[in-house]
């Protein structure tokens, strides 16, 4: 391949995919503020010189890992929103929510929520790209209540918006307690009882 300076330089020899992969849980368990480059050097096998020229600087990595990790990882909630009654929606979206944080081989919370804590001005980008996922995601979930509101399963008495956000917390919350060491068997119980409250 050709270099900036026209000589013929190094082809990429490395698996980028498998690279991009060390990456992408190398932030989701330690954010974009507690990854360091020395650390996803280390994690992909890979010097500084290979990373840049491959991925970018350290922001454009995360959003390719972020991109990973939502066409990989994220589906779960995808899938639930695709269950043809509200009720199944609902379960699904808790079902699919315990069995995603307790999957061996990746850290046990959603990496939205773990990828860009901090409080850096550095960080803030990062922020903002999980933040606008987020939204996104409660938009997904609000245009599937509304659909439910028009097949008449979901109340008109019930504010869509507030139910979106109630779920989305309760959602996250499991995350949160996920990430604190709550077993698989005590975040199901915790799943079970929303679900009583929310009569499904």
Known sequence: MK????????????DKDAALEAA???FWERG?????M??????????????????????ALFQLAVK???????????????????????????????????????PP????????????????????LMTEIRRQNE????????????SGELSKDVNVDDYTRYLSSILAGLSIQSANGSTKAELKRTAEMALRHLGC
């Not at 270099?3 to 490395?14: H, L």
């Not at 929520?113 to 901090?118: H, I, Q, R, V």
């Not at 938009?139 to 028009?150: D, G, P, S, Y």
């Open 3 to 14: 270099t900036g300076n026209g000589k013929t330089g190094r082809p990429i020899s490395f």
């Open 24 to 26: 992408m849980l190398l």
């Open 32 to 36: 974009f503020e507690g990854t360091c």
């Open 38 to 59: 020395t650390s996803l050097t280390q994690a992909m096998g890979l010097n500084p010189s290979s990373i840049y020229a491959a991925f970018g600087d350290k922001h």
């Open 68 to 106: 990973r990790y939502m066409g990989t990882r994220a589906q779960y909630a995808t899938v639930a929103l695709e269950e043809p009654t509200l009720e199944k929606v609902v379960r699904a979206l808790f079902d699919n929510t315990v069995a995603f944080l307790t999957t061996p081989g990746h």
């Open 109 to 128: 919370t959603c990496m939205t929520l773990a990828g860009a804590m901090g409080g850096s001005v550095e960080a803030a980008p990062a922020r903002d």
């Open 139 to 150: 938009v997904a979930m609000k245009e599937r209540f509304l659909q439910a509101r028009k």
